[in-house]
């Protein structure tokens, strides 16, 4: 069965940086993309960004382009979420997800979270002013 699994939250000060990752298994076609999405205190779920294991082409959302990154390492099945310069606006759970590459940039277009099919348990993500 497919299994994401998240780590690499944790606790830190405004303007430091944190390095997500989220390990895949089980997945049988290379025709799928890898998301990143959060959830803040009294906040709707967003998109964060998102790439391609066929291509490894990049999409992120406006709000985190210049600070966040997103990378992958196929040796180790696994998909990065590189953020510098946080801010406590970025506090909030971050999941990853994974679906078909046109499920999943719908949803982060349109902010229907509904559309990934497999998702992973979260990891907590705490900026301190």
């Known amino acids: 069965e497919v299994q994401l699994v998240e780590s690499g939250g944790g606790l830190v000060e405004a303007g430091g940086s944190l390095r997500l990752s989220c390990a895949a298994s089980?997945?049988?076609?290379?025709?799928?993309?890898v998301g990143w999405f959060r959830q803040a205190p009294g906040k709707q779920r967003e998109g964060v960004g998102c790439?391609?294991?066929?291509?490894?082409?990049?999409y992120l959302e406006d709000s985190v382009k210049g600070r966040f990154g997103i990378s992958r390492d196929d040796a180790k099945n696994a998909v990065y979420l590189q953020m510098n310069d946080l801010k406590p606006e970025d506090t909030a759970v971050y999941y990853c997800?994974?679906?078909?590459?046109?499920?999943?940039?719908?949803?982060?277009?349109?902010?229907?979270?509904?559309?990934?099919?497999?998702w992973g348990q979260g990891t907590q993500v705490s900026v301190s002013s």
């Open positions: 997800a994974a679906d078909r590459p046109t499920h999943l940039m719908y949803s982060m277009i349109t902010g229907n979270t509904s559309f990934p099919r497999y």
């Open positions: 089980g997945f049988t076609s290379d025709d799928i993309a």
């Open positions: 790439i391609s294991h066929f291509d490894g082409s990049t």
